[in-house]
């Protein structure tokens, strides 16, 4: 039987690198691992250490991490779906995340398609398309993968048949894939508990040979309220056994699933401190048996 493949979400500084994240990791016991190659929330990024990736390689090859399931997550706030001068920019720190991604020997960047604020949706969905086509035209190393949105605000890809549409719209597609988020999928109104269903749905319009990575959270909300608040495993609306099912699900059994769920707080003397629940989470997971006392065993665990 294949190893499951397991991770989570990691940090990755300006001083640690790929080692950094890889290192990280493995204290949870994952096999697995996303990183933005600089801060979620903004562009500002760093010059890449060879070293670093080196090392950081040799490592995952010890621990028979394989190159595939590491994952870069691009910051959220490039939107491919804006016009002019925004849009300019968002292409053009694309294309240098692109070369980051493919210098730090990796080949998976996933991309939230965008929101379409102002305009109209359907004039969104032709932005992206616009700017993906100059993107991929020139890119031969790395994989996009459009994450399917919660439907927050004006968010573009928030049905399978909307992602479609995007890939449709590049002329170089090949690599254009999809990163399925579970939390996400729930609040664009896709019954998740009832997931061969949504799988072959995905099958029928998008094809599974696209799905290349799974986001694995809980969700704070019910189907179709276009929240988007991650929720950690077992906690949410989705619960252990809809997402366990979902983690260890045959026809996913290649792909990487990686956990984004909240970090946990510790108020320590009125300052408050989080810590990552991924260790717990994912001994839960192999265990296949939920903790009752996940939250409370994480601040012990911290404390
Ligand atoms: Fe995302
Ligand atoms: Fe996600
Ligand atoms: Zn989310």
Redo the contacts with the bound molecule.
């Keep these: 039987m294949k190893e499951l493949i397991i991770g989570s979400h990691v940090s990755f500084t300006k001083h640690e690198q790929l080692l950094g994240s890889v290192k990280e990791a493995l204290s949870y016991g994952a096999n697995a691992l996303m990183l933005y190659t600089g801060a979620p929330q903004n562009t500002a990024r760093s010059a890449l250490d060879k070293i670093k990736t080196r090392a950081g390689h040799e490592l995952m090859k010890k621990h028979n991490i394989d190159v595939n399931n590491v994952v870069v997550?691009a910051p959220?706030i490039v939107n491919l779906a804006s016009s002019g001068e925004k849009q300019d920019f968002a292409i053009r720190f694309l294309k240098e995340e692109i070369k980051r991604v493919h210098e730090l020997g990796l080949s998976k960047l996933?991309l939230?398609p965008g929101s379409h604020v102002k305009l109209t949706r359907e004039e969104g969905i032709q932005n992206i398309i616009r700017a993906l086509n100059i993107i991929m035209e020139d890119n031969d190393s790395v994989d996009i993968l459009l994450?399917t949105m919660a439907g927050k605000g004006t968010e573009i890809g928030i049905s399978f048949e909307e992602i479609k549409t995007i890939i449709d719209g590049v002329k170089k597609n090949e690599r254009i894939k999809v990163?399925l988020?579970t939390c996400?999928i729930n609040d664009a109104g896709y019954d998740v508990r009832d997931f061969d269903n949504v799988l072959n749905k995905f099958d029928k319009i998008i094809g599974l040979d696209r799905l290349s990575c799974v986001?694995i959270n809980d969700s704070m909300n019910e189907k179709g309220m276009k929240k988007d608040r991650h929720a950690n495993l077992g906690r949410g609306t989705l619960g252990f056994d809809t997402l366990i099912n979902i983690i260890y699900h045959p026809k996913l059994k290649d792909v990487p699933k990686l956990l984004?769920t909240p970090y946990v707080t510790i108020d320590d003397n009125s300052k408050e401190r989080i810590y990552p629940p991924y260790k717990h989470e994912i001994e839960m997971i192999k265990k296949k048996k939920d903790n009752p006392n996940l939250i409370e065993d994480i601040r012990k665990y911290y404390k």
């Design positions: 997550h959220y996933v939230h994450e990163c988020d996400h986001h984004e």
